[in-house]
């Protein structure tokens, strides 16, 4: 994996022999953070953002999602009377998103977070005369936000549960099929099956534009329920679309 620095600063020898203490330790737990946040938040839900509180740093959140072509900011804070100018960034995977210094003003810096090609990350901001004073920032860009509640359907009795799902090139080239840019593919599994009058599963997914209109309703089924089996379906994603939504319960 490789490591881009965002910002670089001259340093005194004395300074470059500390860091080449700290900074083997502050990358490590970078990229160790990077290789588990997929599988620990490829399926999590929305949540509102929160701090990330570092050890003398304070960032405007913890978590940012961005889509496909877009960007986002987020600040970044020291103690009052120290100067946010020498606060740096690295990313763990630099091809899933940029991120760059945008503005200082006293103990807060601006940085920006570019879409790059996909996928989970990790960044870190930290002091460049003392890496120590550092905190963390997940950066999830899809091609879709997924708003996938944690029980799928329109019964709570008989439910499903998302399994993965991963967005393919639209294939087709014709004319008449560029309203797509994806094919979203998803798995589901039955998790509850307790009414047998409802056998016929279904429910409804909504692709939204950036404004919050709907531009496609399309419809997850299975002719006949079976608990812990396994279900797919495949979806064509409008060129428009920001968010994907699915019917379901959130507890």
């Not at 500390?18 to 990077?34: E, G, H, R």
């Not at 020291?78 to 946010?84: P, V």
């Not at 760059?100 to 990790?122: E, L, R």
Request: aromatic letters at 12%; hydrophobic letters at 40%; glycine letters at 6%.
């Amino acid at each position: 994996m490789v490591i881009k620095w965002i910002h670089t600063q001259k340093n005194t020898k004395a300074k470059n022999k500390k860091l080449d203490k700290i900074l083997p330790k502050l990358l490590t737990l970078i990229l160790t953070l990077a290789i588990i946040l997929p599988a620990a938040s490829a399926f999590s839900l929305p949540v509102y953002a929160k701090e990330s509180v570092g050890n003398g740093l304070i960032l405007s959140t913890d978590t940012l999602t961005i889509t496909e072509g877009g960007s986002a900011s987020f600040t970044a804070a020291l103690g009052e009377g120290f100067d946010a100018s020498k606060l740096v960034c690295v990313v763990a995977d630099p091809s899933v998103a940029s991120v760059t210094p945008i503005a200082f003003a006293a103990n807060v810096a601006a940085f920006q977070v570019q879409y790059g090609t996909g996928g989970s990350t990790v960044a870190a901001v930290y002091h460049i005369d003392n890496p120590s004073v550092v905190a963390y920032l997940t950066i999830n860009a899809t091609a879709v936000i997924m708003d996938i509640p944690a029980k799928l359907g329109t019964n709570r009795s008989n439910y499903c549960s998302l399994v993965s799902y991963e967005f393919v090139p639209y294939d087709f080239t014709y004319a008449n099929f560029n309203d797509y840019k994806y094919i979203l593919k998803i798995q589901y599994q039955c998790d509850s099956y307790q009414d047998d009058d409802y056998t016929k599963w279904g429910c409804y997914g909504y692709f939204y534009d950036a404004a919050g209109n709907i531009l496609s309703k399309v419809h997850l089924y299975c002719s006949s329920l079976s608990k812990g089996r396994i279900y797919s379906s495949e979806f064509n994603v409008p060129v428009n679309a920001v968010r994907f939504s699915i019917e379901g319960f959130h507890s």
